[in-house]
């Protein structure tokens, strides 16, 4: 029986139940959903995310809306960052924000829950919204690179817990940074700026070499160009697919070897389209 892990920037959870995301939710309705950038208060969440709960009721993947977990981190800043996670299976544990970390700025960017998939085969599955950083502003830089020298922390304990034949893990989410010249259309023009520069992208290098995560779509994927998760909305960047891959989903060996399929949800219109990312679901066979 397999399972199906979703990962979206929602690009502000209310604009996109504006454009639709509802119908997208009720069509897809994925086992486990990890969003990104939130961006709303608690109390206009809430509905929004009962209305998602009645649409996976609906779609048979529950028994009633209340059978959906439902977790999210709101930004101790107004208007940004904010991390959600739906999940139709069981959750067993659940933890909020990256340890370690105590700035307002980097709340509601890490939330984990521990599932119990339907084999009863423990996961943590964690939802990740990474600083986008700025080249020019030294201060977002720091920030971003404070949060990824506290992930290493965090992504070290996870291995170690799979590595001793625990719980494995997946990292799913908007991390803001292209890891090769695959993952992006124009490598060359953006070397400098940030999401592409040498000293964002050695991180991945570390997560996958050192900390023995894998890449669950690249794996699957190849040696292609793209797929791509992001388009700006400048110009005519989604028309022409001038895109990036930021939006992963990084697991422990033993989760990804059961990694049996993956797709972007791109929508088929600019109009269409309910965020300026698409979404990434992965088939597990777990």
């Known amino acids: 029986m397999t399972i199906t892990i979703a990962t979206s920037n929602v690009n502000g959870l209310r604009a996109a139940n504006r454009k639709g995301v509802s119908s997208w939710v009720g069509a897809m309705a994925p086992d486990i959903w990890c969003m990104q950038e939130v961006r709303a208060p608690q109390v206009e969440i809430e509905p929004i995310f009962d209305d998602f709960a009645q649409r996976y009721a609906q779609s048979g993947k529950v028994s009633s809306p209340d059978a959906l977990v439902r977790m999210n981190e709101v930004c101790k800043i107004k208007g940004r960052a904010g991390v ?3 999940s139709d299976l069981p959750v067993v544990a659940q933890r ?4 370690g970390l105590e700035e307002d700025v980097d709340t509601g960017r890490w939330i984990e829950a521990d599932v119990t998939t339907p084999q009863g085969y423990e996961i943590t599955v964690a939802s990740v919204y990474v600083h986008s950083g700025a080249a020019d502003d030294a201060l977002k830089m720091a920030q971003k ?15 170690d817990e799979a590595a001793r034949g625990g719980r494995q893990a997946v990292l799913c989410g908007d991390f803001n940074i292209a890891h090769t ?44 160009q793209g797929p ?12 022409n ?46």
């Open 145 to 159: 690179f404070r949060f990824l020298d506290q992930m290493l922390v965090r992504m070290g304990e996870l291995r």
């Open 84 to 86: 959600g996670l739906l």
């Open 228 to 239: 791509y998760t992001w388009w700006s909305q400048r110009g005519r960047a989604f028309d």
């Open 96 to 99: 909020y924000g990256l340890p």
């Open 241 to 286: 697919n001038v895109g990036w891959r930021i939006d992963y989903q990084f697991a422990t060996p033993e989760l990804a070897e059961t990694a049996r399929g993956f797709v972007i949800d791109k929508a088929p219109s600019y109009a269409t389209r309910w965020s300026d990312h698409a979404p990434l679901i992965v088939t597990y066979d777990v």
């Open 181 to 224: 010249p695959l993952d992006i259309k124009n490598a060359k023009a953006n070397l400098k700026h940030a999401g592409f520069m040498p000293s964002e992208r050695v991180y991945i290098d570390k997560w996958l070499d050192e900390y023995a995560f894998v890449d669950v779509m690249r794996n699957l994927a190849g040696d292609i």
